[in-house]
């Protein structure tokens, strides 16, 4: 019976173990289709927390705003979202990127520019600030610290 016990936690402890280098490929997998490659802004990479957006100087902070996490490597730009009751539903949203003079060009799943972009107006070791396009006076900018 001791014997069959520990058997049963080996097959779980392979199952797992198979799901999460599973989880791993297909995230690679995903990162090696990227149309470009990031080499020309390296102080872009790494995990940043976003602390609020900036519309006409106001800073705005709504609902799980403070939990999303923005990881960026050399292909993706990965953020984990928060959303529902008591922040408890995470969305990843793993996106291709190019930087071309300071502006983030997005692209979708067929590899093609989405036609949305964000200009880098702020980067340094601490901060990393992108304002998005605007057809109007309202200047609204996405604000990130460095974890």
């Known amino acids: 019976m001791k014997k069959t016990s520990h058997i049963i936690w080996v097959i779980i402890a392979l199952v797992i173990l198979f799901n999460c ?3 791993n490929d297909d995230q690679l997998d995903m990162e090696n289709n990227c149309p470009a490659i990031n080499i020309s802004t390296p102080d872009i990479l790494g995990d940043w927390i976003f602390t609020g957006t900036e519309r006409n100087g106001q800073l705005i902070i709504e609902g799980c705003d403070e939990r999303t ?6 292909t993706q730009f990965i953020w984990d ?9 995470l969305t990843v949203i793993p996106t291709c ?8 060009y997005y692209f979708d799943d067929l590899g093609e520019k989405t036609g949305f972009y964000q200009t880098i ?22 604000n990130y610290e460095r974890l």
């Open 21 to 23: 280098s599973k989880k």
């Open 69 to 74: 996490k923005l990881t960026v490597t050399n």
């Open 81 to 89: 979202n928060y959303s529902g009751t008591s922040c408890g539903i």
């Open 97 to 104: 990127y190019s930087i071309e003079n300071d502006t983030v």
């Open 121 to 142: 107006k702020v980067l340094n070791n601490k901060t990393l600030i992108l304002e998005n396009p605007s057809s109007s006076n309202i200047i609204a900018t996405e």
